[in-house]
């Protein structure tokens, strides 16, 4: 389905409600990236700018409706998770795109918004393919974050938003629930893709093989669960801010380590953590390669702006899946 990006007269009440009505609204942009929320990007008259976060059915391409916030990977959308992530990333000193302002009355728009800081430095992925080295020496600062992150003892496995707000930690440990997602994304990689549906017993096999080798845990750290190099934007000053931080859970590091290898490639080496557990990083980095099959796919077959990048991003890990089954098993 195709879909609307919000106007400039759109916008303008929650400007004005954000930022003041000294300095009107002139344009929006639509940043691209965004899949379940618009981002908007505000210019005044004066040349000034802002972000605007969108959370609304017309936004969101999974069309997966509201967050669950009792399931711990539950999609990350919302404003009430943003607004609790974000105070606990700044509580543990961790840099967010500075709020503005959150808006849930739907008087100014009809839907839940918020307006952020613009950040000047653009993204670490960028910073990395300008030049790749001085790019790596940026990124020991967000590996003191992640070492912070890691620092930080959670009050147990979950949603930030739901066990800071009082909420029963999940029952269930981290890697249950995460082979559990794993053999979803494999069904649905498998309706999708021949490669995978002809392997498919073998990854089942390989899942529950991975996951029987995990030990029980009882220790969680604020983990973002997506933190790519495009997910890191660079302030005035090159220190790195975190953005897209809605999913933010208290469960193991290695499913952050895990996307962050993936992600980051031949520089993870600089935000390697001491001491994570092997047989968790297996198990968590197979769950993300098919979940980076099933979701593009998905994602592809629908009204997403973009689908041939989505569909690159599915074909390079059906790659790392087969190659992962061949060396793991």
Same mark, same amino acid.
Request: hydrophobic share 40%; with cysteine; glycine share 10%.
């Given at each position: 389905m195709a879909r609307t990006p919000l106007t400039r007269d759109d916008l303008a009440p929650l400007a004005r409600a954000a930022l003041g009505r000294a300095h009107p609204l002139t344009s929006v942009t639509r940043l691209r990236g965004g899949s379940r929320k618009g981002v908007y990007r505000l210019t005044r008259d004066d040349g000034s700018t802002a972000v605007a976060y969108v959370w609304s059915p017309d936004e969101d391409h999974w069309d997966a409706g509201p967050s669950d916030p009792r399931d711990p990977f539950s999609p990350g959308t919302g404003l009430g998770l943003f607004t609790a992530a974000h105070a606990r990333l700044t509580a543990v000193g961790v840099r967010t795109p500075r709020l503005l302002y959150a808006d849930g009355t739907h008087t100014r728009l009809a839907a839940d918004a918020a307006v952020v800081e613009d950040l000047p430095g653009g993204s670490l992925a960028r910073a990395l393919e300008r030049d790749p080295r001085a790019g790596r020496a940026a990124l020991e600062r967000p590996a003191g974050a992640l070492a912070r992150l890691r620092a930080h003892h959670g009050p147990g496995f979950g949603k930030v938003a739901h066990v800071d707000g009082g909420?029963?930690?999940?029952?269930?440990?981290?890697?249950?629930?995460?082979?559990?997602?794993?053999?979803?994304?494999?069904?649905?990689?498998?309706?999708?893709? @021949?490669? =995978?549906?002809?392997?498919? @017993?073998?990854?089942?096999?390989?899942? %529950?093989?991975?996951?029987?080798?995990?030990?029980?845990?009882?220790?969680?750290?604020?983990? !973002?669960?997506?933190?790519?190099?495009?997910?890191? *934007?660079?302030? $005035?000053?090159?220190?790195?801010?975190? =953005?897209?931080?809605?999913? *933010?859970?208290?469960?193991? $590091?290695?499913?952050?380590?895990?996307?962050?290898?993936?992600?980051?490639?031949? !520089?993870?080496?600089? *935000?390697?953590?001491?001491?994570?557990?092997?047989?968790? /990083?297996?198990?968590?980095? /197979?769950?993300?390669? *098919?979940?980076?099959?099933?979701?593009?796919?998905?994602?592809?077959?629908?009204?997403?702006?973009?689908?041939?990048?989505?569909?690159? =991003?599915?074909?390079?890990? =059906?790659?790392?899946?087969?190659?992962?089954? %061949?060396?793991?098993?």
């Open positions: 909420g029963e930690p999940s029952a269930l440990p981290c890697e249950r629930l995460v082979a559990d997602g794993a053999l979803r994304s494999l069904a649905e990689a498998a309706a999708r893709d @021949g490669r =995978i549906a002809a392997a498919r @017993g073998e990854l089942d096999a390989l899942v %529950r093989e991975l996951a029987a080798a995990v030990r029980p845990r009882t220790r969680h750290s604020p983990v !973002h669960g997506e933190l790519g190099p495009d997910h890191v *934007l660079l302030d $005035a000053d090159g220190h790195p801010v975190l =953005i897209d931080v809605e999913g *933010l859970l208290y469960a193991d $590091a290695e499913w952050e380590h895990a996307f962050l290898r993936i992600r980051f490639g031949s !520089h993870y080496g600089v *935000l390697r953590a001491p001491g994570l557990d092997e047989h968790r /990083l297996c198990l968590y980095r /197979l769950a993300t390669h *098919l979940s980076l099959v099933s979701g593009p796919l998905r994602l592809a077959e629908g009204g997403f702006p973009h689908p041939e990048g989505m569909r690159a =991003i599915a074909e390079h890990h =059906i790659g790392q899946t087969l190659s992962l089954l %061949r060396t793991v098993s």
